[in-house]
């Protein structure tokens, strides 16, 4: 049931074939809520973060004042923040900081302590089930739209830096771990880490750049998939085919 007095109101929740849609209203402003969607689309044109590493922020940089914005299914301010800044809805300045911004191509970043980090602890939905992030999305738009714009959090470090890594394998001399325990991934970043709906493969020392984009070339020609590029990594959803590929077993 809505709380009568949030200003986001649930609009549906739909189940279409394998995946899931849910809508979000205030006022007369839309945020559509899509599984299928590993980016935001705004008036038919998909913005995602692709192999040419640019952000999506950047991307939909000029986009102003439209009522309505499709959007993957999470509480990633590499797609949330755009979309609020594209409904022309209000949210703290912090997250236009160039390095806030710029930390989702500098792992760096979540090295030390921040109020990003301190956001993602609260509201992270990067290990739920489609099925259970509505209320966490919600409760991430009440937070980031509310009349306090200071972000009022301390700095913290993410929650899983302290916790440990689980290796699976290796895959041409690199590392395959474990997405969902994040020692390893937001330490070093060096190896394959699947994640629930994705695999990265990633390196922290530009040297190796290289290295990723050609292995993801060589997986992308055998498994099918496609991949989004960033610097120093790259990011494939995940399949069966590619899993196989890697050498796991669900």
Known sequence: MDDPYSPWRLVTTLLVECGMRFEIEQGPKRLI???????????????????DGVLIYDKTRDL??????????STNTST???ALRALGLPYPSYFDEREVVESQNDITFYW???????????????ELDYADREPVIRQALEFLTSKDQTIPLPEELL????QPSRL???????????????????????????????????TPLDKYEDDVYELAEGLARESGSD???KKNRVIFPRDDRLLRLLGIKE
């Open 33 to 51: 809520f899509d599984s299928d969607l590993h980016g935001l689309r705004i008036k038919g044109t998909e913005y995602l973060s692709g192999r």
């Open 168 to 202: 699976l394998g290796f895959y041409q001399g690199f590392p395959i771990f474990d997405g969902s325990t994040g020692f390893a991934k937001l330490q070093s970043r060096l190896g394959i880490h699947l994640d629930p709906d994705a695999v990265m493969i990633s």
């Open 64 to 73: 102003r004042q439209t009522d309505e914005v499709e959007l993957q299914m």
């Open 112 to 126: 030390k302590a921040s109020k990003l980090a301190a956001f993602y602890n609260r509201f992270s939905t990067d």
């Open 159 to 162: 929650t899983r830096m302290l």
């Open 227 to 229: 991949y989004s590029k």
């Open 80 to 82: 949330l923040i755009p």
